[in-house]
């Protein structure tokens, strides 16, 4: 046998083994024809097919991104939106994956589209906007449902953008910003209004204990007249003893009698006394007292005649 066929022997094998010999990856998966028809599903590893007469498809087991392209849609009240999504999904039968879908990136987007179309056309702006979560949660199970028959499970699904026109825009912020002034002057209110509570709060409390300390001061006043009253009571029934006790024990003098005769006479004028007792060893100098009395009020009565008769004389005249 020459080089030459031994080395296109050689040559062929090395077509056979290449034709014939695949390897998998961990995250693959392959489906092998025969003739044209399906064989067999293949996992990850060393794969040997017969050359020429099998061949093996292999298929990507890892979750995958579909980026749904931008779309105007209509909500429930007539506003035009622009809203697109991204679609994540993995691939869990090979054999559907391979023969019930042609283009699995053209069909899954198709139907994202329309069924966003959908869900969207029975929201209202506002709720479109604010409802993020509940149209992914709904257009994933709209597809997931969908894309069963073609081998594959959509794991999730997420709304990247929804953009009202810009007269809408316009407006929406428009209204934003009259909702914070008017939560601003809310609670600018609202303060003021605790503030003026708090301050009202202060001045009550400050005149109760204003008028506590007053109550307080008047009775510590009152408490020192009394006491004060107390001690004059007591210095006058001392006095009075003293007084009682030199006349009824010893021998008063003229002077003493006469001194207690005048205080009495005082009390007397004063409205403090009605009565007066003195001992009969009193009565010259009484007496004495009397006529000095008698003098004073001749006195009086002789000024009073001669004023009447000045005026007597002498109508005109001003006393």
Known sequence: MSIVT????????????????????????????????????????????????????????????VDVPPQEVITKDNTVVVVDCVIFYEVVDPFNAVYNVVNFYQAITKLAQTNLRN?????????????REMINTQLREVLDEATDKWGTKVVRVEIQRIEPPKDIVEAMSKQMKAERMKRAAILEAEGYKQSE???????????????????EAIKKVADADKYQEIAIAEGEAKAILNVYGAIHEGDPTNDLIAIKYLESLQKI???????????????????????????????????????????????????
């Open 6 to 65: 031994l080395g296109i022997i050689f040559l062929v094998l090395l077509i056979l083994a290449f034709k014939g010999i695949k390897i998998l990856r961990p995250y693959e998966k392959g489906v092998v024809e025969r003739l044209g028809k399906y064989q067999r599903t293949v996992g990850s590893g060393l794969i040997v097919i017969i050359p020429f007469i099998e061949t093996i498809r292999k298929v990507d087991l890892r979750e995958q991104v």
């Open 119 to 131: 869900i969207i056309g029975d929201l209202e702006l506002d709720q479109t906007l604010t409802s």
């Open 197 to 215: 509570i708090k301050k009202a709060e202060g001045d009550k409390q400050a005149a109760i204990l204003e008028a506590e300390g007053k109550a």
């Open 269 to 319: 004028a004063n409205g403090q006394a009605t009565k007066l007792f003195l001992p009969v060893e009193a009565t010259g100098i009484l007496s004495s007292i009397a006529g000095i009395s008698e003098i004073l009020n001749d006195d009086k009565r002789s000024k009073k005649t001669t004023e009447e008769d000045i005026i007597a004389k002498d109508p005109n005249t001003v006393q």
